[in-house]
């Protein structure tokens, strides 16, 4: 298995998974399609199938569990789902 697939697939696991860390998961979306864009202001703007998102750049690069839910429920509506994963 790839590590962008395992990345990806950390963010639907339960429980819910408090170590991801944020470069390594944006570097996997776009892998997979993503286009990510990261504004002067620290915030990520995520693109999957004309699905966009937006999300603060933590810190320390690691998302908190919040985060990850609010990633999960994002790429569950852009249909970026560990199923659907070459």
Known sequence: MSKHKEKIQKIFEHPTSGNIDFRKLMHALEHYGAKV?????NKAKIVVNDV????PIPHDH????DMVVEIRHFLEKAGLTPEKLN
Request: no cysteine; net charge neutral.
């Open 37 to 41: 864009e990261i504004s002067k202001h």
């Open 52 to 55: 966009e998102f937006t999300i």
């Open 62 to 65: 690691v998302l908190s569990k």
